[in-house]
């Protein structure tokens, strides 16, 4: 059973950073594409950034694009999303989802983590 726990969120304010985890489990991060995304209080979910099981990164968001990074630690089977010059529209509930190498869609979602920035 494949498990997803992300953390790192939090209450940080305008232009700070924060670092969020995905932790993976029930198999190895290179078996599987995990993608960040976030969902704003009364807007839909939306995709941040994704990065493949062989480790490339497949796709940012234009919004975050040269502010935030996504990256994975085989050895601890974890992806991160480094999230740096934080602005209040980057407040929402941040998720971390993966998909197996043969399959289109995420099927298995962490918890979500919140992050706030505020002005």
């Known amino acids: 059973q494949v498990q997803l726990v992300e953390s790192g969120g939090g209450l940080v304010q305008t232009g700070g950073s924060l670092r969020l985890s995905c932790v993976l489990s029930?198999?190895?991060?290179?078996?599987?594409?995990v993608g960040w995304f976030r969902q704003a209080l009364g807007k839909e979910r939306e995709l941040v950034a994704t990065?493949?099981?062989?480790?490339?990164?497949?796709s940012t968001a234009n919004s975050v694009k040269g502010r935030f990074a996504i990256s994975r630690d085989n050895a601890k089977n974890t992806v991160y999303l480094q999230m740096n010059s934080l602005k209040p529209e980057d407040t929402a509930v941040y998720y971390c989802?993966?998909?197996?190498?043969?399959?289109?869609?995420?099927?298995?979602w962490g918890q979500g983590t919140q992050v706030t920035v505020s002005s």
């Open positions: 989802a993966a998909k197996g190498r043969s399959t289109t869609s995420y099927d298995h």
């Open positions: 029930g198999g190895t991060v290179n078996q599987f594409g």
């Open positions: 990065i493949n099981w062989s480790g490339i990164i497949t």
